[in-house]
């Protein structure tokens, strides 16, 4: 226990500077935008007709404070922190006054369902294929299965994207191709709008999986074929231990540990969000909320988002990865 | 070097097939410093052509010519993947050699830094830069910024090899017959890891021109220089799909595949040539 309690230090130290590394390094670089929220919300505020000067300056004012943009650098860096401390990032500018963290709270669902399901479909498909693949390396169908994967594997998310986008959204239109569910449903627990989402989050899944199995399915059967070489493995076949349990218990289960670390990884990134999927099905996540905020010049929204999505990530793959002891005991001897 | 090249073309059909791939793109690549007209020129052409004889790709709404555009576009893009590649290539080499040879401290210090630098997820980062930036994110700015997000990985993979060479018998010999750090690291542990280099540039082209692509679609680069990401964005911000010009769209397409295809055969079949176990199996052993 004492190995796995140095363990968990230690990794905690880590998530400790990946944070304060990511945080000071998004506010570096907002601090040299040459976008000044205060200065857009006021010529915002003052295109709806004829402001006195005087409520213009305590305006000012106020939304200095509210984006905690006075004072030196070192006095805004700590402002800062307080603020994502706090997980308060001002209002958005695009949607004012409407508090950023709530905004991304209400993105943060979908984005989370739809790569969560979607890495772990990729993950389960890609090696459960690798895994027969490599045990039946001399096998024809298989063979096939792998040029097929494989050459999926490097085409960059847009393009399968865009590729579904076409078959079923012009050729064959059977999928809805644009938002998160039909927006004449009332959000809740109905089937109807079940249905709708999962109709809605098909053909971004689908675009991610596709992408996603390649690699799984790669490491898998390079993990099984030479798994299947060892010692343990031939004297069970000689034994006459059933290809079957040979395949499961003696291959598979030793090739799993490997691709569990990886997928522990990937789901961490969930919280990056998928900006091109999301962007191309219109899908109402974090990554369409980030580019939605660079089009509309949302200073607080983009950074509130870069930030949200540093930290959530830190934190998913620090949460994950001490979980791991339970899966490898190596880790808990130290 | 002939030797290996002639091996892998004659044993590896991956590798066959993938350089076919890649000579085919370069050929466009040469072709585009033969273009007729300059490749940032609108209607130069009759718009909405269909493919032909004529005009072998079709052209566009914009009036270009849509082999030109792409044998432009594709030189930009792969002229970016390289800057990026190179660029990383140095900084991973250095940071990884010099972190395993040293070893102890700084070592750990070096990796430190390197997985929290891995750890920072990209996109948000970069599209908060793009952000900021706004018209001063031309691609050299572009490429410099995901040139220092994009070597942690193979830092670690090339310290990793560097480790273990630094207790080996010759590393010994080099140091005590007075050679310096630097002649040791580029003379005698450089080649060992050249391999690895090899396989993770390939890696990081693909990496970086997705990148790329990814922020000219989004329309976050600078949209009149050609790019394959470019194109693709002009295609959609003129619904090119639903006005029927779908060659406007399937030209980059297609072409961006088969580059990407091209270079992950090319890395795959190095990577299995690097590795002996898989090269005996090929053989037939």
Known sequence: MNGFLIYVAKRFGQLVFVVVTGVTLAFLIAHFSPV?????????????????????????????????TEGSLIEQYFLFWGRVLRGDFGPSLSAFPTPVMTIIGRALPWTIGLLTLATLIAWVVGNTLGAI???????????????????????????????????????????????????????????????????YGTLPALTLVLVGIGGWFISMRSLVSNIVTDDHVVYAELGGVPSRTVFSQYVARNAMLPQVTGLALSLGNVFGGAVIVEFIFNYPGIGKLMVAGIYAGDYSLVLGVTTFSVIAVAVAVFLIDITYPLIDPRVKLG | MFKVLRDL???????????????????????????????????AVIPDMPPGSEYWLGTNSRGQDMFWQLAASMRNTLIFGIVVALISRVIAIAVGLISGYVGGKTDQAIMAFNDTLGALPNIPILLL????????????????????????????????????????????????????????????????????????TMNNLIWAIGLEVTL????????????????????????????????????PMVAVVMLFIGLFLLAMSVNEY????????????
């Open chain 2, 9 to 43: 073309l004659r044993y590896n059909r991956e590798f066959l097939f993938g350089s076919l791939l890649i000579a085919i793109i370069l050929a466009v690549v040469v072709a585009s410093y033969f273009a007729p007209y300059d490749e940032m020129m609108t209607y």
């Open chain 2, 216 to 251: 000219s679609i989004l329309g976050f680069s600078d949209i009149n220089r050609p790019t394959i990401g470019g194109m693709i964005y002009w295609a959609n911000a003129h619904s090119a799909m639903v006005a029927g010009i779908w060659w406007w769209i399937a030209v």
């Open chain 2, 129 to 200: 830069l793009v952000f900021v930036l706004r018209d001063q994110m031309t691609w050299p700015v572009l490429a410099l910024t995901a040139a220092l997000l994009g070597w942690t990985h193979d830092s670690r993979l090339i310290r990793s090899v560097a480790l273990s060479l630094r207790t080996r018998e010759f590393t010994r010999h080099a140091a005590f017959s007075g050679m310096r750090t630097t002649q040791i690291l580029l003379r005698e542990h450089l080649p060992y890891v050249m391999p690895i280099v090899f396989f993770t």
């Open chain 1, 36 to 68: 000044d929220p205060v200065e857009q919300t006021l010529s915002l505020v003052t295109s709806f007709g004829a402001t006195d000067p005087r409520s213009v300056e305590i305006l000012r004012q106020s939304l200095r404070e509210l984006y905690g």
């Open chain 2, 274 to 285: 690097i590795d002996p176990r898989s090269r005996l199996a090929r053989m037939g052993a």
């Open chain 1, 133 to 199: 693949a490599g045990y039946f390396r001399n096998s024809r169908a298989m063979k096939v299965v792998g040029l097929f994967v494989m050459a999926l594997q490097p085409i960059p998310t847009y393009i399968s994207g865009l590729t579904l986008l076409i078959i079923f959204g012009f050729l064959w239109p059977v999928l809805p191709i644009s938002g998160g569910a039909q927006l004449n449903l009332e959000p809740g627990m109905t089937w109807a709008y079940i249905s709708s989402v999962i109709q």
